[in-house]
Nanobody
Framework: QVRLVQSGGGTVQSGGSLRLSCAAS????????MAWYRQTPGKERQLVAT???????NYTDSVKGRFTISRDNVRNRLFLQMDNLNPEDTADYYC?????????WGQGTPVTVSS
């Protein structure tokens, strides 16, 4: 059974930093691409960042240079370091992976950035 359990997040002032974590189980973590998404009320879930099994990364334009996705293949954990946050980053954040054609999601973590 695949489980993705998130931690971190919270409320921060504009310009501040937060770090999200995602603990994975039930998968061979080191071979799976991982991703972070975010969603605000009434909008579709948006891809924020991805990291491949080889560690290569991609980011949506709005977070480039501010967010860093990383992974620890020993502890089966995914991270998202978010720096220089602004109010537009306010959303629920989700970690995600796919296995055998099925997408799995973490429980979601709220991030609120106040101006």
């Amino acid at each position: 059974q695949v489980r993705l359990v998130q931690s971190g997040g919270g409320t921060v002032q504009s310009g501040g930093s937060l770090r999200l974590s995602c603990a994975a189980s039930g998968i061979n973590f080191k071979i799976h691409p991982m991703a972070w998404y975010r969603q605000t009320p009434g909008k579709e879930r948006q891809l924020v960042a991805t990291i491949a099994s080889d560690g290569s990364t991609n980011y949506t334009d709005s977070v480039k240079g501010r967010f860093t996705i990383s992974r620890d293949n020993v502890r089966n954990r995914l991270f998202l370091q978010m720096d220089n946050l602004n109010p537009e980053d306010t959303a629920d954040y989700y970690c995600s992976t796919r296995r055998q054609g099925t997408t799995f999601w973490g429980q979601g973590t709220p991030v609120t950035v106040s101006s």
